[in-house]
């Protein structure tokens, strides 16, 4: 498999957690019915930068049971979320070793963009990362793929991309780069162990 490159989902690839709203709704009592409008409606926005997720989800609290500000609300989210697959990063490192640029490409909006770089060491862990909010589309859009082919330069012959979102893996296909569909770590490391044979160093950081 001759590939420089590999672009990661984050949630449900490298990150293995239990969504926070549905923890939330367990913990709390709340019924889907009471949160889910909000994630299905201004949130999607907040995913591509066009709203403030700070702004947006503070009326929505009260109606959650949440007593304290939405800094705090944000803070314990990301931190329930923040559940880092080691297997992921060591293979992730691995193939950087060998050669093979690793990318994060996820459908986030900009607080939590942030925690991912800094909380959560991804700044330093992968070669770049494109965030929905950021790039102003979102999976499966093909701008959001076309926004990532311009910034890196290569041809497309030569990435891999993986999702646990088949409709995702889907819109990367139809965007003209190879995708896997992940659904466990065994079967995607057999997937790119032919990535794994030149020993080398160099990293294509944008």
């Known amino acids: 498999m001759d590939k420089q490159v590999v672009l990661f989902d984050a949630d449900g690839v490298i990150v293995r957690s239990e969504l926070f709203c549905t923890h939330y709704q367990k913990t709390k009592g709340v019924a889907k019915e009471e949160i889910l409008p909000f994630y299905h409606g ?108 311009q910034k890196l330069n290569v041809d497309k012959n030569k990435i891999l991309y993986t999702d646990d979102t088949a409709s995702h893996v889907e819109g990367a296909k139809e965007a003209g780069i190879d995708a896997y569909l992940y659904t466990e770590f065994e079967p995607f490391h057999e997937y790119v162990k032919p990535m794994l044979k030149v020993v080398g160093s160099h990293r294509n950081i944008i």
């Open 42 to 149: 201004i949130f999607q926005k907040c995913l591509t930068g066009k709203a403030d997720l700070k702004e947006v989800i503070a009326p929505w609290l009260p109606k959650w049971k949440w007593d304290s500000d939405v800094d705090d609300f944000l803070l314990q989210w990301f931190e329930y979320e923040n559940k880092v697959d080691q297997k992921i990063v060591d293979l992730i490192r691995e193939l950087q070793k060998n050669a093979v640029s690793c990318y994060l490409a996820t459908n986030q909006e900009k607080y939590r963009t942030q925690y991912m770089r800094k909380e959560m060491g991804f700044e330093e862990l992968f070669d770049g990362i494109f965030s929905s909010a950021e790039v102003g589309s979102k999976k499966p859009q093909t701008e959001f793929y076309e926004f990532i082919f």
